[in-house]
């Protein structure tokens, strides 16, 4: 029972959560709008759950001590002036909240996210070398498009004997970006919500149980 219960219930959520697409009637809507109801309680008990486990996890890392107790320290600390800011303030961004939040954590968040750029240009280094046909295809059509982007890329292409002075570098940059790049990303996306309906009917015909944990 431990297992069919489950089953059952994301089956009968997932159904009529997809019905909400389909049936458009007044009388079905209550329906879905209680599962979501449902949903945002379930949430709720989960987000409290998640900040239990994270603060018994880091509790008992800065009870073993070591160097990266240091980094629990400020995690729960933060966390703790955060939410006490938070409750006392709301989200007025006036207020001390508002304040941590853009001021620090706007700041991070950016911060993480430049960091990526390096990954993307290490990826970029590696996908880039000219071993066949597709590979040299990828990298003309990258370095055009990245080049075309940048000031810089515009007057370096003055000086290009020939083709300068028949078409503009942006020009080229833009129509690969209207025409070959945008079919290539729809193809991506048609494929992901291919890929996303497949597991989404696996999950239905409880096939896929990895949610329940256990790697089932």
Same mark, same amino acid.
């Given at each position: 029972m431990k297992r069919q219960i489950p089953l059952v219930i994301a089956f009968i959520a997932g159904?009529?959560?997809? /019905?909400?697409?389909f049936i458009p009637h007044r009388f079905y809507r209550p329906v879905p709008e209680m599962f979501l109801t449902w949903m945002r309680i379930i949430q709720g008990f989960? &987000? &409290?759950? /998640?900040?239990?486990?994270?603060?018994?996890n880091h509790l008992n890392k800065i009870s073993k001590g070591g160097k990266q107790s240091f980094y629990s320290w400020v995690l729960l600390g933060s966390f703790l002036v955060t939410v006490v800011f938070g409750?006392?303030?709301?989200?007025?961004f006036t207020r001390p909240a508002g304040y941590i939040f853009r001021y620090f954590y706007t700041p991070l968040s950016a911060t993480m996210f430049a960091l990526l750029a390096f990954f993307i240009a290490s990826a970029a280094f590696r996908a880039f070398r000219l071993k066949n046909?597709?590979? /040299?295809?990828?990298?003309?059509?990258?370095?055009?498009?990245?080049? /075309?982007?940048?000031?810089?890329?515009?007057?370096i292409w003055k000086y290009v004997p020939g083709i300068s002075n028949l078409v503009n570098l942006s020009q080229i940059q833009e129509w690969l970006t209207l025409n070959p790049v945008t079919a290539a990303q729809r193809t991506i996306l048609m494929g992901a919500a291919l890929g996303a309906i497949a597991v989404s009917l696996k999950i239905l015909a409880g096939i896929d149980r990895s949610y329940f944990g256990g790697g089932e």
């Open positions: 159904v009529v959560m997809l /019905g909400d697409y989960a &987000v &409290v759950l /998640g900040i239990g486990s994270l603060a018994v409750l006392l303030w709301k989200t007025d046909v597709e590979s /040299g295809l990828l990298l003309i059509t990258a370095s055009l498009v990245m080049i /075309g982007r940048i000031p810089l890329g515009n007057l």
